[in-house]
């Protein structure tokens, strides 16, 4: 309970993070490259190098290669679908796509099965990130912009490449959870560390032979990225730890650590960043912390 709570709360600064970048003239493309090299090195250095070249012939270093592609190119597609779409419905496809794994683990394992419980917590889920996510600001863009509504309706696969990559990356952290892919933390660290290089492979290699990616230096910027590099290492080492420790079937730990981000950065925007919610927020974190009691609650 302990590795969830503190993935929640890691993950909480995480998004922190990103508000306060435009208020310290951090530029997010430069940030997140060495965001990912500062995650991969720490991750390398704390597992033990030894170990983690030990590991390099595990079917879960090919599936963090992939995943290292996907992190890059997800980031991409959330950026593209926060500019024409905005970022509650990116908040509600990434926060909605745990009803992947969910279902999937729910599917092929036969010591995780559906029951009333989780059925009527993935009910309560849906409106409630979307209610929690609404800015109530969508009728005046809509009628600020309305020459770009088609634009809307023709970019309606935006969100659902958000939905279905996030939801793969969180099937992937908890398929390769398990004992027989990690028994300790070097395991679970040395994971964590092959997206990461990838990813800040990726991420150089495009600055370098890029020309629209010509990188633009500061002190901010990079001071902003060591930040968020060793925050990541602490979300994603603490959520594969939950998967471990938690006494919950795993299709229940996507689901609890989503909704708990969003009842989390929700207060937090309110603690820090003077938010304002609405009625329709107010409802959805209801809701959540209903879903939230459903799953924690042993059947």
Known sequence: MIALGLSIVVSTLLFSCFRLFPQYGVRLEEAVVVNYIVAAILAISM??????????????????????????????KIG???????????????KMSM???MTFFMVWDPADAMN???????????PAVYLASDSGQASTQKEAKPLQSG???AAWFLPAIVFFGSGMIDL??????????????????????????????????????????????????????????????GSLFFLLSAYQSMPFP??????????????????????????????????????????????????
């Open 47 to 76: 597992a033990g190098p030894e170990h983690a070249w030990g590991r390099m012939d595990e079917p879960s270093t090919m599936a963090g290669v992939l995943m290292g592609l996907a992190f890059l190119y997800m980031f991409k």
């Open 80 to 94: 593209e679908c926060t500019q024409q779409l905005g970022l509650g419905v990116v908040a509600i496809a990434t």
């Open 99 to 101: 009803v992947l794994p």
């Open 116 to 126: 009333w419980q989780k059925g009527l917590a993935v009910i309560l889920a849906f």
């Open 151 to 153: 634009i809307r309706s």
């Open 172 to 233: 992937g952290f908890g398929w390769f959870s398990t004992p027989d892919h990690m028994t300790e933390d070097a395991d679970r660290l040395t994971f964590a560390a092959v997206p990461f290089t990838v990813a800040a492979l990726i991420g150089l290699l495009r600055m370098a032979f890029v020309p629209s990616a010509k990188p633009v230096w500061s002190r901010a910027t990079v001071l902003g990225g060591i930040i968020l590099g060793v925050i990541n290492v």
């Open 250 to 299: 795993r299709s229940a730990i996507v689901p609890v650590n989503n909704l708990g981000i969003v009842l989390a950065t929700s207060l937090a925007g309110i603690a820090f960043f003077r938010e304002r919610p609405n009625p329709r927020n107010l409802m959805g974190w209801a809701l959540a912390t209903a879903a939230l009691v459903l799953l924690l609650l042993r059947p």
